[in-house]
């Protein structure tokens, strides 16, 4: 009985939204089945993604020592740490949420919790073929604004939530990654 109340709770918005599209089957059949539709191509998108990221998880998990993270994003890792946090989130491939895995076991790997910030915010906005993108369509000029923009916001964004934290609610970021395990 245990087991099911974890998973409940764990699960409880998704159970929600469930119970929520069964009613609107009922309730309002054509906007029911639209949001059907919907759900079920979320989903199918939601599990081509996955299984490739939790590859990758695995692989880095095994292949990089913890140490050597430390080493390259750790406290003391300055500039370079930055630079391959920023580097590994523009090179990425994938939405948004396939990066939040990454980035727990980036901080479970003792990486600076700065650098994982910043490896989210190069996730979701200075991506190389987006820049690649903008730059045919938008022009040169409007691309490098664009980018020069987002890493002052990325970096901005970073220095206040690593300077508003306080150590207590770091060390309780580190735990809750730790916890997961």
């Known amino acids: 009985m245990d087991k099911i109340k974890l998973v409940v709770k764990r699960y409880k918005f998704f159970l929600l939204l469930v119970i929520l599209n069964i009613a609107m089957l009922f309730i309002y059949p054509d906007i029911g089945m639209k949001s059907m539709k919907t759900t079920l191509s979320s989903i199918k998108d939601v599990l081509s993604i996955i299984p490739p990221v939790f590859i990758l998880l695995g692989l880095l998990d095994v292949w990089v020592e913890r140490e050597t993270m430390i080493k390259y994003m750790g406290e003391e890792s300055g500039i370079i740490g930055v630079l391959i946090a920023f580097f590994l989130g523009s090179a990425a491939a994938g939405p948004l949420y396939a990066a939040f895995p990454i980035a727990g076991v980036l901080l479970k790997k003792g990486s600076k919790l700065s650098n994982v910030l910043i490896f989210i915010g190069a996730w979701s906005t200075t991506k190389i073929p987006?820049?690649?993108?903008?730059?045919?369509?938008?022009?040169?000029?409007?691309?490098?604004?664009?980018?020069?923009?987002?890493?002052?916001?990325?970096?901005?964004?970073?220095?206040?939530?690593?300077?508003?934290?306080?150590?207590?609610?770091?060390?309780?970021?580190?735990n809750k990654v730790l916890v997961e395990e």
């Open 130 to 174: 987006m820049f690649l993108l903008e730059a045919s369509y938008l022009g040169l000029k409007f691309a490098i604004i664009r980018l020069v923009l987002s890493l002052l916001g990325i970096g901005a964004i970073t220095y206040i939530v690593e300077n508003v934290l306080s150590q207590d609610e770091k060390d309780e970021i580190y």
